[in-house]
């Protein structure tokens, strides 16, 4: 499961930018096409988030779809697999535009009261 590995990382790099305000919400964006899991990534967010500055944080997943680009025609098409055909001239030159992605979208910290 390479999403532990993953979610180890997205902790990390969240936790370094938060410079140790309490982060209430992460947000990320997870390519369909990506090969990662949400729901194994919320698992481990959980697991991953204890003992740190994100430990209670909400997370937020936001899916975003495969889409590919048509090499002969230039046609956008959907994608649930990281290939397909073309519904316009059934070329299988297709290029992926989106759905690989993991993006850290956001973050939410607490403001300190001084």
């Known amino acids: 499961m390479h999403e532990l590995g993953i979610t180890q ?3 990390a790099i ?7 305000k309490t982060v209430k919400r992460v947000t990320l ?3 369909e096409l990506s090969a990662i899991m949400p729901d194994a ?3 481990c967010f959980d697991v991953c988030s204890k003992g740190t ?12 779809p495969g889409l590919g680009k048509c090499r002969q025609c230039g046609a956008e098409i959907p ?3 990281p290939f397909g055909v073309c519904h316009v ?4 030159e297709i290029d992926i535009i989106q759905g690989q992605e993991l993006k ?10 001084v």
């Not at 969240?14 to 140790?20: G, H, I, R, S, T």
């Not at 850290?104 to 009261?113: G, R, T």
């Open 53 to 64: 500055v994100l430990e209670g944080a909400k997370l937020e997943i936001i899916k975003i």
């Open 9 to 11: 990382n997205i902790v």
């Open 89 to 92: 001239c059934n070329s299988m």
């Open 79 to 81: 994608l649930e697999q």
């Open 41 to 43: 990534i919320e698992f």
């Open 14 to 20: 969240v936790a370094e930018n938060a410079k140790e």
């Open 104 to 113: 850290i979208k956001e973050m939410e910290v607490e403001e300190l009261c």
């Open 29 to 31: 964006e997870i390519g």
